[in-house]
């Protein structure tokens, strides 16, 4: 990563994303914390600058379940007149029972999927300044290996009954599908885009869930888990490495690219479009 980079990071208050900020901090990468809680994210940008003095740490307010708040964000970031060398997705939740986003919908399905979504495509201009001023520009989805197929005709939940489980699987699916989607899409424009498996981390995001399956993921993670420095290291490699430059559209889990079982161009389509339709406006011409 070049010295002086800008990345994006959501999510960067806790667990992974906090950790990716971090070790990006340490190469050598200006951040702009994208966060719901600014209190939080102030305090752990007084953090990092207390290990990198003169790094520049902006605090920016951002729910990626609301398309209202991501256009907020995306036009302060203009009107900033910055340019991203990196966007880090990794901003989500798992919930236990069924829950509106703040537009309606669901609330797994619009901060995990339809939050990278958006907020992809609404910071694409900026990313094309990214490239201007240094070559390239990349985007990193944090996904899962946690993830079961889609159903594209019922994403929200809304036929049949809710499962917290179900939901986010789905929506880590969804992750690695749109990633193909916007590679393609992306192709020739020196912005790359690829996804991310953290493995079994101990985070809060499981919080929500029943205490019964709270008690299998620790003890999964007693045998299987990994630490969070672990967990971020893929996603901090996909936004930093030059090994990476030029690649696009790949799934990947401890520097290793994956075969994904979700791989299906007329999947990933069809998805895309009820992204749009779910987004409320068509997000890229035809």
């Not at 007149?81 to 537009?103: C, Q």
């Not at 495509?121 to 001023?133: I, Q, S």
């Not at 990633?179 to 992306?186: C, E, K, P, V, Y």
């Not at 490699?237 to 979700?262: M, N, T």
Request: glycine share 10%.
């Amino acid at each position: 990563m070049k010295e002086g980079a800008l990345a994006l990071i959501t999510g960067p208050t806790s667990g992974i994303g906090r950790e990716i900020a971090r070790q990006l901090c340490e190469q050598g990468a200006n951040l702009v914390l994208a966060c719901r809680d600014t209190d939080a994210g102030a305090r752990l940008a007084e953090e990092l600058l207390g290990s990198r003095p003169g790094a520049s740490i902006a605090v920016r307010q951002v729910d990626v379940s609301s398309g209202e708040s991501i256009r907020a964000l995306a036009n302060r970031l203009r009107r900033e007149g910055l340019a991203l060398d990196v966007l880090v997705n990794n901003a989500g939740v798992h919930t236990a029972h069924r829950r509106p986003g703040p537009e309606g919908g669901e609330l797994t399905f619009a901060t995990n999927v339809l939050g990278y979504f958006r907020l992809s495509l609404d910071l694409l201009d900026l990313l094309k300044e990214g490239v201007v001023a240094h070559g390239e520009a990349r985007i990193v989805n944090v996904a899962s290996t946690f993830a079961t197929a889609p159903d594209l005709d019922d994403l929200l939940f809304e036929r049949r009954p809710f499962a917290g489980r179900e939901a986010y699987s789905q929506s880590k699916a969804c992750n690695r599908m749109l990633t193909r989607a916007l590679a393609r899409r992306l192709e020739g424009e020196s912005i790359t885009v690829n996804s991310m498996a953290p493995g079994l981390v101990q985070t809060g995001l499981f919080r929500e869930t029943k205490w019964t399956t709270r008690l299998v993921v620790r003890a999964a993670g007693l045998f299987f888990g990994r630490s969070v420095e672990q967990g971020a290291d893929t996603a901090v490699w996909l936004a930093s490495s030059d090994e990476l430059r030029g690649r696009s559209g790949g799934f990947y889990s401890q520097r290793v690219e994956q075969a994904c079982g979700f791989s299906d161009q007329e999947r990933e389509e069809a998805l895309w479009r009820k992204c749009e339709e779910l987004g409320g406006r068509e997000a890229w011409p035809a």
